[in-house]
């Protein structure tokens, strides 16, 4: 290798590190994601008291009856959960979709309030206080979402509130072919 | 200067702040102290880069009691570990596993030093097995001694 070739080096390593700084901004890579390892598994154990008075438990059964099912993870302190909860009520009353709630760290009288004001999009709705749930789910806050195929597999796993273009890209599409 | 000294020893004594409350600590020591060493290299899932021991966020204080649980339950170090992979992945772990997508992260650095110290190695090498210069012709050095102003 001649020398001159070795001048160069520097600039090909800034070059390199731009690209890749490059790549980082523009592709959307987001470093702060922590990704999902329940993508592709069957759903985790799911064993809740209801948060309405006279509703059955939760149990895994739910996830299994051949439907596509959304779960829902909110709390009635949490504001992004606000954001996205027109949404679900979308989703509930249009697409007739299988929402199940599960109130994380919230007081039921809070949480029923919640939903008593803005709208209860949920058909099954779970208490998880304090959190173990949760913790099963690789839940990291609230509010977090999964899609469930008929068979209880997790097909989608999105951490932080749902958006319009979730809406029209994914959950739609998973609702009416049941796989993505 | 003695008020000095004695300041710097009591900063000395300062304790690290950890998150763990009081009130989620195992009675046995043991189990705490196995809980906290598994606490300290288990990554809080919503903090970039903190322990469980160190945050004070819901899901690390949750992590934290499900270690304990696990521990009280008779589980090894190494179960509770698979216990938080399987629910959050690799990146619990604040020491990352040796496997194929993490060869970089291992390997990287040391293979760089090996190649610049090899690169060091080769040019030292050369320079020595290159002949030392001929000494000086009269002439070169009259003009030397010219350039110099001698």
Redesign the interface.
Known sequence: MSRRVLFLLPLATLALMAGFFAWSLMAGRDP?S????MVGRPA?RLDLRALRNGDKPLSDALLRTGKPTIVNFFASWCTPCLAEHPLFMRLAQREGAVIVGIAW?NKPEDALGWLAKLGDPFLYAGLDF???T????????VPETYLIDGNGIVRFHFRGPITERDVTGVILPFLKGGKP | MRRVVILLLIALLALPAWAVEPSEMLKDPALEGRAREIGQSLRCVVCQNQSIDDSAAEVARDMRRAVRDRLSAGDSDAQVFDFMVARYGDYVLLKPPFKLGTLVLWLGAPILLLVAASAIMLTALRRRATAPLPPLSDEERDRLRSLLGR
């Open positions: 702060a922590i990704g999902s390892v985790p760290k304090d959190g173990k949760g913790l099963d789910w690789g839940l990291s806050g």
